[in-house]
């Protein structure tokens, strides 16, 4: 989901420069929203379940591309799925071009003893070269300041926005990105003090669960899961002041609308080239572990199995940085 939101920034300027292109964006219907703004693109959107199900359904996705008169391929995940729709369509005369993740430079930036600790290559310059390779000069198009409107529902339920209003996505895919929900319902009962309204974001029954319980503490902090689709989620957060996020796909959100983001790390670092496009480093609060990063995506468990990459981040340390932001 995350990387599907990171696409958008460099699809947007393709759009830009080249306008007499037909773009057409390969995707599940889910994932549109982040698209919202980029004028004259189509989506062909899969069907995994039914027609471009297994073997087969590989090549009739591949005939239903070809017949949306596709002739060149810009493979930005290169997964099993992807890499094989491309070599497919370039059997039939497409140009075909793909990824290079960078998986060799990332896994020496994950050893012990940081022998090649660096800033890598964006994942957003990363999708540009797919298009450059194609002969589209493109690059990351940061979001504009335009504020989208506010949810009717929030709008109904928690009235005029007068002061800050600040978003929190606590979670993430994996532990070794999630900071303790102990600590973070002090950073976000903190954070609350100062400002009009937090709203919290997430998604499934065990998420919801723990949001309610962080939303417990005060009356303005509100637990959003559930009650949006994606498209209000994104036009709440443009609304925001400030987002509080892990190294999650909230963190792109947050960047797809330009909304400031503070995130917080702990086993992965946004030297592997996942930070959100536009945003301030200065706003990723991380800890200068020796031990870390010691994953690109946070997969792995921790090495000594204490977490301490993120379970040694103050609470204050964050709400200071939230505050801080809401009063610029």
Known sequence: MGAVAMTAPVIR?????????????????????????????????????????????????????????????????????????????ELRGCRVSHIDKGKGSKRRLCRRGHLNFHQLKTTHERYADVLR???????????????????????????????????????????????????????????????????????????????????????????????????????????LDVMLTMDSVAMQMGSLVGTPVVSVWGATHPYAGFYGLGQDPANAIQLPVECRPCSVGGVLPCRDGSYRCLKDIEPARIAEKVLYLCAK
């Open 13 to 89: 300027d393709l759009r830009h420069k080249y306008p007499g292109v037909k773009i057409t964006v390969l995707t599940q219907p889910f994932y549109a929203p982040f698209f919202r703004g980029i004028r004259d693109m189509r989506f062909f959107h899969l069907n995994l379940k039914f027609r471009h199900k297994g073997f087969w359904g590989l090549f009739r996705l591949a005939w239903d591309a070809r017949r949306e008169g596709v002739d060149a391929v810009a493979d930005m995940q290169d997964s099993f799925t992807s890499s094989s729709i491309r070599k497919l369509l």
């Open 133 to 239: 390779d194609l002969g589209f000069e493109v690059s990351p198009q940061t979001a504009s300041d335009i504020v989208l409107p506010v949810p009717l529902a929030i709008k109904y339920l928690h009235g005029k926005k007068t002061g800050p209003w600040v978003g929190v996505a606590p979670f993430a895919k994996h532990v070794a990105k999630v900071y303790p929900v102990e600590l973070m319902e002090q950073a976000v009962a903190q954070i609350a003090d100062g400002v009009q309204k937090v709203f919290i974001f997430g998604g499934g029954k065990e998420e919801e669960r723990l949001a309610a319980q962080i939303a417990s503490q005060r009356d303005n902090i509100v637990s959003v899961i559930g009650t949006m689709n994606l498209g209000d989620e994104l036009n709440l957060m443009s609304n």
